[in-house]
């Protein structure tokens, strides 16, 4: 499985941004589809993550009603619409991808895209 994101950049506070994830490969396998970020000095965090038909997600406390997590399995892309964006979103954003059985749980990574929001 191949990750590649797209749509980070500069924005103010308050805005908004979309970022997208572009899947290949063995996609078919993929359980699970989440958006991580690590902004300098701080361990990688879950933001939001999607179960594969998209019927279920989860997010991090702190972007919870700001964030909306979804997928196009037929475009094979992940999106994370991002609003009312605050300075301490700022990071590196990641696209992960995994695959969990019964003895197994996989993740790929895209290369991540940078989103930096200033005051």
């Known amino acids: 499985v191949q990750l590649v994101e797209s749509g980070g950049g500069l924005v103010q506070a308050g805005g908004s941004l979309r970022l997208s994830c572009a899947a290949s490969g063995s996609t078919f396998s993929i359980n699970v589809m989440g958006w991580y970020r690590q902004a300098p000095g701080k361990q990688r965090e879950l933001v939001a993550a999607?179960?594969?038909?998209?019927?279920?997600?989860n997010y991090a406390d702190s972007v919870r009603g700001r964030f909306t997590i979804s997928r196009d399995n037929a475009k094979n892309m992940m999106y994370l619409q991002m609003n009312s964006l605050k300075p301490e979103d700022t990071a590196v954003y990641y696209c992960n991808a995994r695959r969990v059985g019964p003895l197994y749980d996989y993740h790929y990574w895209g290369q991540g895209t940078q989103v930096t929001v200033s005051s």
């Open positions: 999607i179960t594969s038909g998209g019927g279920s997600t």
